[in-house]
């Protein structure tokens, strides 16, 4: 479906869910990741965005982070016409901040998926990139371009990572209009998002990964300070795709605390 130049996609009934992708990728890596969840948790209502210039959506006018952020608002107020949890990752869980500190009473409940906290290639504290498992007979069997691919930021290199990698990461690095991001589109708000009047108090979920090369883990916990009702997780033997590379923790972690808060 269309929402201006925005494509998504509603799966099931029941409460709404906002869900948004990092930089460069698009909704199929994060159905890939919450749907298996959802598969076991019933009553909910996904809506899976593709932002501007990436997946199947057109960027228009788009320039800056404040641009996609009122977009949203708007989709949000148009479309979903209630609370609703919003899911974020990398730098959707930038944006899904800049919810917080805008429209805090739209929202129910929040989950950040190894979010961005400082705008910007590799900015804050990151991890260098310390590879700890990897089979090198997948790896000599890989294309260059793939095994390029899949070395520049995950940490397990198996077949099963891959696969995963490969299913729900690859097409979506492949959809997103790279000029556009690389030299257009400008990532940082005009505002601090996490300079709040007061401490959110929305239940919330920050799943950061050990290893993760991009966003780091420490910033992460940073938020446990303005996020007063938040759960903080740092998976080890995890980079910035934590979801492929250690899908039975996270989907462990989302399915207890979402089972937690069911009537928040």
Not at 215 to 232: C, P, R, S, W
Request: aromatic share 10%; net charge negative.
């Amino acid at each position: 479906m269309k929402y201006g130049i925005m494509d998504y996609e509603v799966i099931g009934d029941g409460t709404p869910v906002l869900i948004i992708h990092g930089w460069g990728i698009s909704r199929l890596t994060m159905k890939g990741a919450f749907e298996p969840i959802f598969e076991e948790i019933s009553g909910y209502r996904r809506y899976y965005i593709d932002l501007p210039g990436m997946g199947a959506s057109e960027h228009g006018n788009v320039r800056n982070s404040d641009d996609i952020l009122e977009l949203l608002h708007e989709f949000a107020a148009d479309v979903i016409r209630e609370p609703f949890m919003i899911i974020g990752q990398s730098y959707g869980g930038l944006l899904a901040r800049g919810f917080v500190n805008k429209f805090p009473e739209m929202l129910s409940k929040i989950i950040l998926l190894v979010p961005c906290i400082i705008p910007g290639e590799k900015q804050g504290r990151v991890e260098p990139l310390t590879v700890l498992e990897k089979d090198d007979a997948l790896l000599n069997f890989l294309s260059k371009e793939e095994r390029d691919s899949f070395m520049l930021m995950n940490v397990v290199l198996t077949k099963e990572v891959w696969e995963r990698y490969e299913k729900y990461l690859m097409p979506a690095l492949a959809s997103a209009d790279w000029d556009f991001l690389n030299n257009d589109l400008e990532s940082r708000f005009s505002f601090n998002p996490d300079d709040l009047e007061e401490p959110c108090q929305i239940p919330c979920l920050i799943i950061a990964a050990k290893q993760d090369t991009e966003v780091g883990y420490k910033d992460q916990f940073d938020l446990m300070e303005k996020y007063t009702n938040a759960t903080y997780i740092a998976v080890e033997k995890a980079g910035h795709n934590l979801q492929i590379e250690q899908p039975e923790i996270f989907e462990s972690v989302v399915k207890s605390w979402m089972r937690r808060y069911a009537m928040c």
